[in-house]
């Protein structure tokens, strides 16, 4: 959310992090077809892929039509995508076939899906980051959206654990087995979990800490109640609040909210406007004056 707030046209994966802006608002996305596949990705990642390379540029019906080896860090090719094309179209119409499984559990058809997504390699570049998203947006099915956020932190944290799941499954002694990497994805999964509680008790704090400075600045209860949502608004959204928000979660109209914010001084609040909307939060140098 601190990247949503300092966005400007032309920033690098700017379309990437509005796509992941559309998991907060719990938005569906279709992905029931290779076409929905190929559409989300345009959007999502290939403007970009092709200005860091125009050689990813898609030059298949629907993926890429050419091969693509995934590369080590020493150079080493480690695995070769589906080939040809036509192949990649029969693998990715089944995945999405367990992407859309209603009766399998979640996270299971997230790991599956999470693995064979990155097997198929449908496009040349991206795909990671593809990858992650949908794990993303699976996984707010039934966790919390801030953990969906946070599994591509926790992904690269454990970066060598996560490569060696896929070295282990592809390993051909492993006949195919996808347990190990089920179960290893799980345990990140699980980290994640653990990685967004961990940072929520420590924003909690940091907002109780904080309490009586706010009542003391405050005049009144009203006023009171908006530093706490601007507050809460600078800890947890880098962009800040809507005056719509605001009024919606205090039950006053937005002319009451709009004067009581006109009457705050300056330096309290910082106001960012993007796309004709005004977005508010608290200036957190305004509690170091009183610590």
Do not use: W
Not at 70 to 92: F, L, M, N
Not at 269 to 281: D, M, V
């Amino acid at each position: 959310m601190d990247a949503m707030s300092s966005l400007k046209k032309g920033t690098r994966y700017v379309s990437t992090i509005y796509k992941y802006h559309l998991l907060t608002n719990q938005k569906e996305i279709s992905f029931a077809t290779c076409h929905d596949l190929r559409q989300f990705y345009d959007e999502f990642a290939h403007d970009e892929v092709i200005v860091e390379n125009a050689a990813n540029r898609l030059d298949g019906k629907i993926f890429r039509a050419g091969s693509v080896d995934i590369e080590a860090p020493t150079g080493k090719s480690i695995h070769r995508g589906v080939y040809p094309e036509s192949k990649i179209i029969t693998y990715i119409e089944m995945l999405l076939g367990i992407f859309n499984d209603k009766d399998l559990p979640v996270l299971i058809n997230t790991t599956l899906c999470h693995y064979l997504f990155a097997y198929i390699h449908p496009f040349y570049d991206g795909n990671g980051r593809t990858a992650r998203f949908l794990t993303s947006y699976q996984l707010t099915q039934v966790l919390h959206y801030t953990v969906a956020l946070r599994i591509s932190i926790t992904i690269k944290k454990n970066r060598k654990d996560y490569y060696d799941l896929f070295s282990l499954t592809d390993d051909e002694n492993n006949c195919g087995d996808l347990t190990p990497f089920v179960t290893g994805f799980l345990q990140i999964i699980h980290q994640a979990v653990n990685d967004t509680i961990a940072l929520l008790q420590r924003k909690l704090a940091q907002y109780k800490k904080n309490l009586a400075i706010l009542e003391q600045i405050s005049e009144d209860a009203l006023s009171q109640d908006i530093y706490k949502l601007l507050f809460q608004a600078s800890l947890l959204y880098g962009q800040g609040i809507t005056m719509q928000e605001l009024s919606k979660l205090l039950g006053k109209s937005t002319n009451t909210i709009k004067s009581r914010l006109q009457a705050m001084p300056n330096e309290h609040i910082i106001i960012i406007q993007r796309n004709r909307k005004k977005f508010y939060k608290l200036n957190l140098l305004l509690l170091k004056k009183y610590t």
